[in-house]
């Protein structure tokens, strides 16, 4: 790895739910050459300073920001590295490649360690690192997000999954696996990059060294839907609260289809996007290359 002599490139989300803290951490420390942006600057600034030599960057921010920087190192066909340090709301990717919390920890990594391969998934155009969905997931985040800067992350997750739980709505869905269609009706299809767990309290969390591949999981039945609306609350909570697990069909496979009725609301690392149906999922494998301990 080598980096521009002022330093390596450093870009802070300055909409990140912990911007000021990773500021801090950076400030006056001689390795970096920090940047704080608005999310729209984020990826063309990405791409100028690999454009410009840099062949490791860091980035600041929540799971949709590193999904953002991802993309634009992606477009430049490896030519670049990538660091994290954790700077959103919810950390899962960094979590999940072992990233320490500890800032002074994970500047350490940014410099020293060792890029390795990542997958990642991608519906139509767009990259994700984490998971996609459609259904009552893309509902719950909306809600979050329309009540998060009145009450906050935790609050606001509590009361959207009250609203949920009464506002559950199931889609028709057609998805089509190795070949084969499934016709569901369904409140929520789910899609993660790598194996994930099937059971309570860790549902939908990767698993350590599982298999690679997109992991589909279709919920069958609005009262399991219900469960899982109750299961989303109790981990964005961080509590362990729910025994019981909703019925899925899951499937772990390289790329799927799902055609639905309408152009539709898509949940990706977080975000809700619209996007124009059918729905072309499909696992890039070794996708970036993150710098991890």
Known sequence: MTAPTNGMPAFINGKAGTAGDARTALSGNPAFHVRELSPDELAPAIVSAIDAGATRVLVAGG???????AAALRSRNDACELAILRGGTLNHFATDLGI???????????????ARPADAGMVNDRLF?????VGAYVRFVKMREYLEPRFGYRIATFIATLRLLFRLRSLAVELEVDGHRRIYR???????VGERELQLPTLGNRIPDGKRGLHVMVVRGRSSARLLAIALNAMARGLKTVSRTPELDSFIVDRCTITLRHRSAVAVDGEVAAMDTPLEYSLARDAIRVVRP
């Open 63 to 69: 799971d949709g920001t590193i999904a953002m920087a």
């Open 100 to 114: 320490p919390a500890d800032a002074a920890a994970a500047l350490g990594i940014a410099v020293h360690g060792t």
């Open 129 to 133: 690192l984490n998971t996609s969905s």
């Open 186 to 192: 369904t409140p929520l299809v789910f899609i993660g």
